[in-house]
C-alpha cells in the first residue's frame, strides 16, 4: 500500500524553515505587531448567527487595541460596525454582551442612537450650543461580513477590501455554513504569546503525540503512519490542509451509540460526499478526507468538518499573555439524539484541546530562555512558516 504524499500547492520560495522566535517574543516586537498587523489586518471579530435579526447586536473586544466593538444588524437589514463610545462624554454606550434592541441609550447621560449608528436624542438638548446632532451619530469601523462570520478593520482607510485581503479562498466557501447554528462558545487566557496559540492549531505533525490518549487514531492509518496532511496550500494571508481521517479508526462505545442515530461528527470521520461542497472544502477532494485547517491571517484558524466547523481566534492580551475564543457550529435539527451527538462532539473536541494548551504556555517559557537559537520548521508545518512569512510582510510596509 502506497503511503500518503502531500500536495503542496502556493508560492513556498519566501517560506523559511528557520524562525527567528525570541526576538518576536519581546515586547518591543510585540508593539509593532499591534500598530501594523492588529491595526490594519482584517480580524474575524463576530458571527452572523448571533445577530439574526434587525436589532440584533453583538460585542466583540479586541484586546490589543484595547476597543468594544458594537456589531448591529440594523434595521435596514444591513450588518454594521461601531465604536462602543457615547459621543457625549466618552463612555462605553452598550454593557449587555448580546441582545435586540431598537435603539442603544447610554447609561451615563441617555444620549440615543439608532441601530444605524444615527444619534437620535441629546438630553436636555437646549443646553448644548451649536450642537448638530447629525454630525455625532456613533462612530463607524469598517465590516465584510464573509459567509458565517463578521470582519472588521481598525485601519481609517483599509488598505484593500476583504476579498483582496482573503485572496484565492474568498469565493471557495459559499454556502458551507448554510443552516449551521453555534453549539459552543469557550474563552480562556493563557500565559503564552499570541503567535505560537496561533501555531499550535496550524500544524497537524503534533497530534499523533499531545493527542494519544484523547483520540488515538483518528487521523492516518496504515497508508499514512506519519499522518502527513493530504493538501497543504499557502496564500498571502492564509494557509491551510486538510487531514487524513482513519477511515479505521476504531470508535468507542459511546460513539457508537451516539452516532448511530445522527450524523457523524468529530472524532469520527467516515467517507464523506465532499463534491456537494463549495470548492474550498478538502480543496483536493482526497477520498479520506477528516476535515480542514485554514488559518485565516493573522489570528483565526477555521476547521471545516463534514457536519460541522468551528472557528478559534487568538488574541493578544500583550506580548505573552492571549485570549483564546473557540465557537463551534453544527447542523441545525431537533431531533434529541442529533443534540446528544453534537453535545458528545463538543465535549471531546474540548478535551482535545485542552492537551494543545499544554504546551503553549511552556512554549513561551523555553524560547524566552534563549537556549535556542532559532525555531526549525518542517515541511508540515508551511502553514506557520506563511504565518511568519505574512507578518514580515506587514511589519515591512509604511
Known sequence: M??????????????????????????????????KVFRRAWLVAACTTEIPVPGSFVLADIPPLKLSILIVHSNDGKIRAFHNVCRHRGDRLVHTPNGCTRAFTCAFHAWSYATDGRLLNITDASQFEDVDK????????????????????????????????????YDQYKGFAKNRV???DHRLVLNTNWNLA?????????????????????????NNPDRHRAYLE???????YSTHGNQNHKKTATEEVVFRYSKPMFPWFPKFDYSTQPPGINPSRFDEWGFDIVHIFPNCVFAPQANTHSYMTFWP???NHTEIRNWRFAYQSDNPAD???????????????RED?????????GILSGAIPHTVLSKQERVIQNHYRAIDDMLAQD
Open 2 to 35: 502506497a503511503e500518503i504524499e502531500t500536495k503542496f500547492v502556493g508560492d513556498m520560495s519566501r517560506l523559511s524553515s528557520r524562525i527567528e522566535m525570541y526576538e518576536r517574543m519581546q515586547p518591543a516586537f510585540y508593539q509593532q505587531e499591534v500598530e
Open 234 to 240: 499557502v496564500g498571502r494571508h492564509f494557509g491551510r
Open 198 to 222: 496561533t501555531n499550535a492549531f496550524s500544524e497537524g505533525y503534533h497530534n499523533l503525540y499531545i493527542h494519544k490518549n484523547t483520540v488515538p487514531d483518528y487521523q492516518g492509518g496504515p
Open 357 to 365: 494548551m499544554n504546551t503553549m504556555e511552556t512554549n513561551l517559557i
Open 317 to 319: 492580551i500583550d506580548h
Open 339 to 353: 443534540a446528544i451527538a453534537q453535545a458528545y462532539s463538543v465535549t471531546r473536541a474540548r478535551e482535545v484541546i
Open 134 to 169: 447629525s454630525q455625532y451619530g456613533l462612530v463607524p469601523v469598517h465590516c465584510e461580513v464573509w459567509e458565517d462570520v463578521v470582519f472588521v478593520n481598525l485601519d481609517k482607510t483599509p488598505r484593500e477590501t476583504l476579498k483582496e485581503f482573503l485572496g484565492d479562498m
Open 182 to 184: 453555534k453549539i459552543a
